[in-house]
């Protein structure tokens, strides 16, 4: 299992990785006992159930779910380099698709989350960095106009920051994840707080989806010690998860420096 998506009630949503499948896959679960959850449902990309005899595409070499977000009746996958899948899930034992969108190529995959913005008809999707040195190109935090949810239409991207030389800093440089809005913490469709891994955490007020445009950084200083242990690593910040609480205290996990907890005061 990858990631949870749960925020009370009965149905909890997962990405998961079962025999026979090429990767992971998008599965519902009941939660009426939550002494004993049940798989309810699944739903995959065609060419992945393998152990059934689907055979991959070419173009499928890692379109696995890495996280679900989902709004009502409705799920939003990130599908690593498989791009964007929306899902109606109305009934949980059988998700069916409504539309899958991949921009990669040309650009470089690695699609890690998608935040709906239901009052808005807008949905945000970050694109992780995935190599060093951007290796896999430099990625983007996209807002798509939802409007008509069988056609999402890219709108923009949120500033990428250049106020340091980050891609020769080292290590990776680039999105990694976003708030998600889950509803014990801050929930907002004006602000995206996102950690752009060597670059820090940054966020961006998105109150003109046309035109998002960078409202505040923190760009933590270098570890006192590496905790990554792989050889020849560089000794540099990778900023990568993060959740903001109601009252603006934004707790920003690190892969090399543990954790920061730091406020957003506007």
């Known amino acids: 299992m990858q990631r949870i998506w749960y925020v009370g009630g009965r149905w909890a949503y997962a990405s998961v990785l079962l025999d026979g499948f090429t990767d992971y896959i998008f599965v519902t679960i009941d939660m009426a006992d939550p002494t004993n959850p049940k798989e309810a449902g699944r739903y995959w990309l065609p060419g992945m159930n393998i152990g059934a005899g689907e055979e991959l595409g070419e ?6 779910l890495h996280h679900a977000i989902v709004h009502g009746d409705t799920a939003y996958g990130a599908w690593r380099d498989g791009g964007l899948v929306i899902m109606d899930v109305k009934d949980r034992s059988n998700p069916e698709l409504i539309v899958h969108r991949n921009w990669s190529p040309p650009f470089g995959g690695g699609t890690h989350n998608a935040l709906p913005l239901p009052d808005r ?7 992780e960095a995935v190599l060093d040195k951007c290796a896999d190109g430099i990625k983007h935090i996209w807002l798509f106009d939802i409007r008509e949810p069988s056609n999402p239409v890219s709108i923009s991207t949120v500033p990428i920051p250049d106020d340091a030389d980050y891609v020769n ?16 913490g801050m929930v907002s469709d004006q602000l995206i707080f996102a950690t752009q891994q060597n670059a820090g955490v940054r966020v961006y007020d998105i109150s003109n989806e046309y ?6 950084a923190f760009v933590p200083p270098q570890p006192a010690k590496l905790m990554d242990k792989r050889p020849n690593r560089v000794n540099v910040i990778q900023s990568c998860d993060i959740w903001v609480s109601k009252e603006g205290l934004c707790y920003v996990s690190d892969y090399n420096a543990g954790l920061y907890i730091i406020e957003y005061t506007g």
Request: hydrophobic share 35%.
């Open 211 to 216: 035109q998002p445009k960078e409202v505040a």
């Open 121 to 127: 008809d807008l949905l945000v999707v970050a694109d």
């Open 169 to 184: 800093k080292g290590a990776h440089f680039g999105p990694h994840n976003i708030h998600e809005n889950r509803p014990d």
């Open 59 to 64: 173009d499928q070499a890692r379109a696995g």
